[in-house]
């Protein structure tokens, strides 16, 4: 059997990651060039990020829609992933009136964002329904002859890595493809098919730690069934708990040391110079430290890159490399922050903050994380809307990201502290109750955005600016404390509670983590999706698998360690 495998990239997002995961496990790839190369395949991975109108537009402008009908009808395997699994339905809501490849009768439907946070944007389980009576027949050499999921000892503990708006919501009618369901909140979603020589996942294996790793396994290594019955459904799929969890960040600041090499810092409110020689404090070496952190469990790892490189080529970005050398061997979500904006070159030339972005998601990064810039587009948008004027002028990165690559692509990161005020009425800004008074005994607070790593403030609120920024195509905020930053004292729980009852979007939680009943006391108050701590962690104060391990004895639903391949 050929070791190489044809990927079809039609440029939407992080294929990089994917094709380090194939080659992993020992295969070559060839990426889809022509429409000769699709019928000349033998075996062919679809993945997909961003929109479905975007990823079927681009098959057929590139002539491809008909040979990769061709190619699927001539019993050869197909491996489908995310808008790769959508694409093979009769259409989407996300983009009316446009055709999908039309093999399963189905239309992918949005999740409904009034009953929980849009995207659907971590790990589940994904429960497998389909009956392998014929799936898994053995050939006389012992090999399977289909692709499968949960490899690890109990399904239920096994999970993976899901990021989207859209889903195909499961059906009686849709049987005879469905090969896994997953229940996110009140819904209920095909997270995966197989029937014959068709296998597709709504989750990213590539992104999914070793658990998805095996499953890509199993496609490329498996002989596979040319005609097969349509399996029946064996387990009731109304029965299928949801198995959401609640995920662990970790989080590198990056920059250089006065020595020029790149190093994880962290600052103590933002300040990351020791107070004893004023050197940059220096916990070690970004790719390594990322690399141990996948391993001890971390379900994403974030890059915020605190250096601005000013007179460096973008191609030549110290990070872009940091990334590319990284998604070689962790297989879990990575963010980038820092720099997302757009710039002007040393040689005058300029590169927009669409082009910066799109560098770092060739160079392995999942998601980009905009900061000072999503502060002036608020502002911008807020005099817009002044002025009675059309606030969404499609020139911010915010739009023309989520727009290319996917609001679950834009993250915004915000950097607030504390202004404090006698009482609601001494400002115009969303007023919170201080749980720790102000300096003059004030019980009152608003929380001003600030710019240029927390050196400079705006005349924002948090409320404002994250609300806009949903508004703008932002698919998930990483709300940061200045005034919690380093402190070991918990998350700024009220600021955290009254964000997340503000947008429909994840929340990552962050600053102030000191041990693991923070996570717990953050998780449980104030209901966010993610946690994220960086000193703890690079200090082995606290390590993952303990805070893991301490947030599953409370009985939260969290993701282990994945067993090795």
Request: net charge negative.
């Amino acid at each position: 059997m050929s070791k190489c495998v044809h990927i079809l990239d039609y440029g939407a997002g992080n294929v990089l990651s994917l094709v380090n995961a194939v080659k992993k496990l020992g295969y070559d790839i060839k990426y889809v060039e022509s429409a000769e190369d699709l019928l000349s395949a033998e075996r062919l991975l679809f993945p997909g990020v961003g929109a479905f109108g975007a990823a079927m537009s681009k098959l057929h402008s590139s002539n491809y829609t008909t040979p990769l009908k061709q190619y699927i009808a001539s019993g050869r395997p197909f491996m489908g992933i995310c808008v790769g699994l959508q694409s093979l339905c009769l259409g989407s809501e996300e983009d009316p009136g446009v055709d999908g490849l039309g093999l399963i009768p189905t239309i992918v439907k949005k999740f409904n964002s009034t009953t929980k946070s849009v995207p659907h944007m971590g790990w589940n389980s994904a429960t497998v329904v389909q009956s392998d009576e014929y799936a898994w027949k053995q050939q006389e050499n012992g090999t399977l002859v289909a692709a499968e999921l949960n490899h690890d000892s109990n399904p239920d503990s096994t999970k993976y890595y899901f990021v989207h708006s859209y889903a195909v919501p499961f059906s009686k009618e849709l049987e005879g493809w469905t090969y896994s369901v997953t229940r996110y909140g009140d819904e209920l979603f095909v997270s995966s098919v197989r029937k014959g020589n068709v296998f597709a996942t709504q989750f990213h294996p590539e992104k999914s730690g070793f658990a998805g790793l095996k499953v890509l396994r199993t496609f490329l290594s498996a002989p596979v069934i040319l005609s097969a019955p349509a399996a029946s459904i064996v387990t009731d799929p109304n029965l299928v708990k949801d198995k959401f969890t609640r995920r662990i960040i970790a989080c590198l600041d990056v920059r250089t040391n006065d020595s020029g090499d790149l190093v994880v810092t962290k600052g103590d409110q933002y300040d990351v110079r020791e107070r004893s020689d004023g050197n940059v404090r220096n916990l070690g070496k970004p790719v390594d430290l990322a690399r141990q952190y996948f391993e001890e469990g971390a379900d994403e790892i974030t890059f915020l890159n605190i250096t601005s490189f000013r007179d460096c080529p973008v191609r030549d970005l110290p990070m872009l490399e940091v990334l590319r050398r990284s998604s070689e061997s962790i297989f879990v979500p990575l963010t980038i922050g820092g720099g997302i904006r757009d710039i002007v070159e040393p040689d005058g030339t300029k590169v927009s903050a669409l082009e910066v972005a799109g560098m770092y998601f060739r160079s392995g990064a999942d998601k980009v994380s905009i900061g000072s810039d999503a502060v002036y587009a608020v502002e911008e948008y807020l005099k817009l809307k002044s002025e009675r004027s059309d606030p969404l002028t499609g020139k911010t990165a915010i739009e023309q990201i989520s727009k290319v690559y996917g609001s679950q692509a834009v993250v915004i990161s915000v950097d607030p502290k504390r202004v404090y005020v006698n009482s609601p009425s001494d400002t115009t800004h969303r007023v919170l109750n201080a749980t720790i008074p102000g300096p003059n005994g004030e019980k009152f607070c608003w929380y001003q955005c600030t710019v240029k790593g927390g050196r400079e403030g705006r005349d924002i609120d948090v409320y404002q600016l994250v609300t806009v920024c949903e508004a703008l195509g932002a698919g998930e905020i990483l709300l940061n404390c200045m005034d919690r930053d380093g402190t070991n004292s918990g998350y700024e729980l009220e600021l955290v509670s009254d964000v997340k009852n503000s947008v429909k979007i994840p929340v990552i939680a962050s600053s102030g983590a000191g041990n693991p009943d923070h996570f717990r006391e953050v998780f449980d108050t104030c209901k966010v999706e993610a946690a994220l701590a960086a000193g703890i962690f690079h200090r082995r104060e606290v390590p993952i698998e303990e805070v893991k391990r301490y947030l599953k004895l409370k009985g939260m639903e969290i993701r282990g360690v994945d067993a090795m391949l």
